[in-house]
C-alpha cells in the first residue's frame, strides 16, 4: 500500500474550521458578536496569537466583520461580494464567452420556470418602467447596457429563489459586458440594442397576459440572438472573456 505524508492543519486554520462550522450550522447567528480571543484562546486552549489568526483568515471569508468598537460579528455575506469572489476565479481559469452563454442561457430559462405563480402586477408594471427607460436611452443615443442587467434581475428576483439569485451573479458579471462589444461594433451597434429591446417588450407582453410558456420561448430566442449577434460580429466566441 502507496502511503504519502500527511498534511496537517496549522493551528489558526482549525480555529478558523471550527467558527466557520459554528456560524453555518447557526450556533452562532448573523449580528451575533464572536467572543473574546481570551475566551476562545480558553476554548480551543490555544494562544490568543492563533485565535487572532483564525479570526483574521475568517474576516477575509466575508462571514464576519468589524463593528465600530472593532467587535467581529457574524454577518451574511452579500450577492455581489461573493459574485465578485466567484468571477474573479472564474477569470483566471479563462473561461470563454461560449461557455458563460451556455450556462448564461439555462439561468434564464430556469428563471423563467421559475415565475410559474409568481407573476404579479408588481413584477410586470417594473418591467414595462424598464422597457420605456430602455427605449428612451436608445432614442437618445445612450447606453441600454444598464438597464438590461436590470431588466433580467428583476425576473430573477421576482422567482424568489436565493441559490438562483446566488449562482447568476457571477455569470451576469463576466456575461453583460459582452453587451458593450456589440453596441459598439460596426455590425451590430445598430441593430442589436433595438432587437433587445424588442424580446423585452415581447416577455413583458407575455407577462401581463400571464403567459409563461411564450415569455419563456421568448427568453429563449433573445438569448439566442445575443450568441448570433456576437457570431455576426465576427467576435471570438471561445476566446477568454473581458473582465
Request: proline share 5%.
Amino acid at each position: 500500500m502507496a502511503l504519502g505524508k500527511l498534511t496537517i492543519a496549522r493551528a489558526y486554520q482549525a480555529v478558523q474550521q471550527a467558527l466557520e462550522e459554528a456560524i453555518l450550522s447557526g450556533e452562532l447567528a448573523p449580528g451575533q458578536p464572536l467572543p473574546t480571543e481570551t475566551e476562545l484562546a480558553e476554548k480551543f486552549g490555544v494562544t490568543r496569537h492563533t485565535v487572532r489568526e483564525g479570526m483574521r483568515a475568517l474576516e477575509q471569508s466575508g462571514l464576519v466583520k468589524r463593528d465600530a468598537g472593532r467587535r467581529l460579528h457574524v454577518t451574511r455575506p452579500k450577492h455581489d461580494a461573493l459574485a465578485s469572489q466567484s468571477s474573479r476565479a472564474l477569470m483566471m481559469q479563462q473561461v470563454s464567452f461560449r461557455e458563460i452563454w451556455e450556462v448564461a442561457m439555462q439561468l434564464e430559462l430556469l428563471a423563467m420556470d421559475l415565475l410559474e405563480g409568481r407573476i404579479d402586477d408588481t413584477l410586470v408594471e417594473a418591467l414595462e418602467a424598464n422597457a420605456a427607460a430602455m427605449g428612451e436611452a436608445l432614442e437618445r443615443g445612450e447606453s441600454i447596457s444598464a438597464l438590461d442587467v436590470e431588466f433580467h434581475a428583476l425576473i430573477a428576483q421576482a422567482t424568489g429563489n436565493r441559490v438562483l439569485l446566488m449562482s447568476r451573479e457571477p455569470v451576469s458579471l463576466l456575461f453583460y459586458p459582452s453587451l458593450d462589444r456589440l453596441f459598439t461594433h460596426p455590425r451590430t451597434r445598430d441593430r442589436s440594442p433595438w432587437r433587445i429591446l424588442e424580446a423585452h417588450r415581447e416577455i413583458v407582453a407575455a407577462l401581463r397576459a400571464r403567459d409563461l410558456a411564450t415569455a419563456r420561448l421568448w427568453m429563449e430566442r433573445h438569448m439566442a440572438d445575443f450568441r448570433r449577434g456576437y457570431e455576426h460580429a465576427g467576435l471570438p466566441l471561445d476566446a477568454p472573456v473581458a473582465p
